[in-house]
């Protein structure tokens, strides 16, 4: 029987690959996998349980029993142990933590099959970093977003602000790069873009520009798709 189709929409941080997953997966009546939120929760769920990021088998060991849940209290919604994290995981912190134990062998390891699952009829849009590369390697379409790194920094500090969270321009940039280069150079499941993907700078485009190029893109490799 043949697989579901699948779509993988990889870059780094402020590319908008999140808004971008979620609009085409609507579209297309797809499951969604926001691979961000697992790591953004094992690292939210690391620094609870006082787990040094230097026990890469405990924080794997963690992974493997992390209970998560992702749609209780909304389409957005993400729910560790019962309580809502929502928020918490989409902070600084929670990207950071993410990077961090993304760059643990083990705990990539552990989160592999929570995502593998994700695959189902009548089709998948995977967003992350490794998506194409290592997840999805069989994925009918890979995209791979960027933009310049002080775009997304701006992008990231006007989120912020209209939230009323007081930002840095600058900090967020600085660590922006910081992540940027921790998960390029990682040895397991680097950020970069799959042999066979479509490269998109979106640094001069707003989302809807984006949505339909992903659109039309989505719409030549699988010609069989209602759109």
Avoid: W
């Avoid at 290592?134 to 602000?161: G, H, M, N, W």
């Avoid at 930002?167 to 390029?184: F, K």
């Amino acid at each position: 029987m043949q697989k579901p189709p699948i779509i993988t929409i990889d870059g780094p941080s402020g590319t908008g690959k999140g808004s971008v997953a979620k609009a085409v997966a609507d579209r297309l009546g797809f499951a969604l996998l926001d691979s961000g939120a697992l790591y953004r929760t094992l690292g939210i769920a690391v620094l609870r349980h006082g787990i040094a990021l230097e026990e890469p088998q405990l924080i794997a060991d963690l992974a493997l029993k992390l209970d998560i849940e992702f749609g209780r209290n909304g389409p957005d919604s993400v729910c560790l142990d019962g309580v809502d994290v929502s928020q918490a995981i989409r902070t600084e912190q929670g990207s950071d933590m993410a990077s961090r134990v993304g760059s643990i062998a083990l705990a990539r390891s552990a989160l592999l099959q929570r995502q593998l699952n994700f695959r189902r009829p009548p089709g998948l849009v995977a967003d992350g970093r490794d998506m194409g590369t290592v997840v999805f390697p069989d994925a009918q379409v890979k995209i791979f977003l960027t933009a310049s790194a002080e775009e997304r920094a701006q992008r990231r500090y006007k989120q912020l602000i209209g939230k009323g969270i007081d930002a840095i321009l600058l900090d967020l940039l600085r660590d922006l790069q910081e992540r940027d280069e921790r998960d390029s150079i990682r040895p397991i499941s680097p950020l970069k873009p799959a042999e066979d993907a479509t490269i998109l700078d979106t640094t001069k485009l707003d989302l809807a520009q984006v949505i339909e190029q992903v659109m039309t893109l989505v719409s030549g490799k699988l010609p069989g798709l209602n759109l």
